[in-house]
């Protein structure tokens, strides 16, 4: 008996969006002020919870993830080249280039496919300035190694946290690990501000800095003290994530039971392979549903399995291959590393539809599918 394919397309995200009559609530206020942007009162509101949040003052916020980080590696100057990860968005390393800085590609590790310290460390040259890792689908980096191999080597540390709002280790924000962090409120992650992003940064003199680099570097008066760019947030993405705020214990709540569901269903079926468990003292934001499939030669591939899930309306999405390098446009980046591990990665990875109003019988119907793709191509070896 075959399996019927989704009335509705099942995208591989869908963003959570808060009460309609609650953000219109909101909206009177800023019809009544009139005030759209620049540092405006629901902006500053947004800050101080957020500020909450993840326990730190040291916060600026900014209309998008890609900008924060440019503008952060602007205000700390980093120069010459960066050592980052292949195995990413390519906001990560655009925002390098955007900065006149050279990426330093080196592989992950297998794991969860965070940089791999000991490859970091050899990568180091004369010319390196600074580190930036990722914390792909919130998977927390080897924060004390890469820690060490920076103050080591005095280069800065900084992470593209783009992932991993809500991502605690011990008990505190991982936001907080590095010189400064980059979060991303972009629509697909589980708190969003529609499009919006965030630094959070160790050395509170930053802050100054960071918010006159978004505002044209303006502080006051309409006098630029430095050459910045325009990546304020405005009163609109800073009410949705006010209004989003409230309910993130909520969407992380459902995201759990969603990957719960998928790691049960999941287990049994040999081409799948799962993430593996996390240490007991981080908590995880359930942000991303990656899986590896194995790729046989006489089983289905991961690109196979992907194009056949489509026929069923569920589009899941190779996040992230291939990586970066490998694009044409960074085919002038030379690079030594043989990125084995990353290569096998890009290779096998698959995300699956993960959002907080999923329904579990989706869930179960999206596992019934997979198991049955797979039980088919068995019964044909
Ligand atoms: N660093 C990392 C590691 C990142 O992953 C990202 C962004 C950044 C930096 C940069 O941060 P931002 O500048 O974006 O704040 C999406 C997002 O646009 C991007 O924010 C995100 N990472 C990346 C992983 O995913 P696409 O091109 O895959 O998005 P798209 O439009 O195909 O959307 C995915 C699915 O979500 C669609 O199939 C349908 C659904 N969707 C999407 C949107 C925008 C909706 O249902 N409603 C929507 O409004 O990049």
Redesign the pocket.
Known sequence: MGMKPFEFPI?????YLPPLDDFVEGLKEIWETKWLSNNGPVLRRLEAKLADFFQTDNISLFN????A?QVGLQGLEVRGDVITTPF??V??SNALIMNGLNPVFCDVEPDYFTLDPEKVEASITSNTSAILA?H?FGYPCKLELLEKIAQKHGLLLIY?A??AFGVKINGEPIAKFGDVS?L??????PFHTA???ALVYKNKNLKRKFDCLKNHGIERDFEAEMVGTNAKMNELQALMGEKMLGHFDWILKRRRQVQEIYRKRLADIEEVQLMPELPFNVEYNHSFMPIQISNDEFGMSRDTLCEVLKRYNV?A?R?FSPLIPDLKCYSHVRVKDPLVNARKVASRILALPLYADLGQEDVHRICDIIDFLFKGKRLNK
């Open positions: 995208y591989v995200n869908k963003p998008n993830g890609t900008l980080l990413t968005f906001a990560t990722v792909p593209d783009a992932h980059m991303s409120f972009h629509a697909t992650k499009e919006g992003g589009f999405r996040y």
